[in-house]
């Protein structure tokens, strides 16, 4: 679990060899090739848990960086 200004947000680290599945990253919309270490995060709230996210691990650490306009996935 990690504490974030817009929430609570669970958070979980993949080590990428269990899943050869490509995904989206939300930060960089760049490609996670199967296989590549990443995390996925989902809110911890109600309905958070539809909102599961791949994401680039150092996407993640800067997702707030990326200033106002953005969607906050
Ligand atoms: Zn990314």
Same mark, same amino acid.
Not at 6 to 11: I, T
Not at 25 to 47: K, S
Not at 58 to 65: E, I, P, Q, T, V
């Given at each position: 679990?990690?504490?974030?200004?817009?929430?609570?947000?669970? !958070? @979980?680290?993949?080590?990428?060899?269990?899943?050869?599945?490509?995904?989206?990253?939300?930060?960089?919309?760049?490609?996670? $090739?199967?296989?590549?270490? *990443?995390? !996925?995060?989902?809110?911890?709230?109600?309905?958070?848990?539809?909102? $599961?996210? *791949?994401? *680039?691990?150092?996407?993640? @650490?800067? @997702?707030?960086? @990326?200033?106002?306009?953005?969607?906050?996935?």
């Amino acid at each position: 679990m990690e504490e974030w200004p817009d929430g609570e947000w669970k !958070v @979980r680290m993949l080590n990428g060899s269990s899943s050869t599945k490509n995904y989206r990253c939300p930060g960089c919309d760049q490609e996670i $090739r199967g296989g590549q270490p *990443h995390l !996925v995060a989902w809110p911890n709230w109600t309905g958070g848990d539809e909102e $599961r996210r *791949h994401w *680039h691990t150092a996407c993640w @650490r800067k @997702r707030l960086d @990326r200033g106002p306009g953005r969607s906050r996935y």
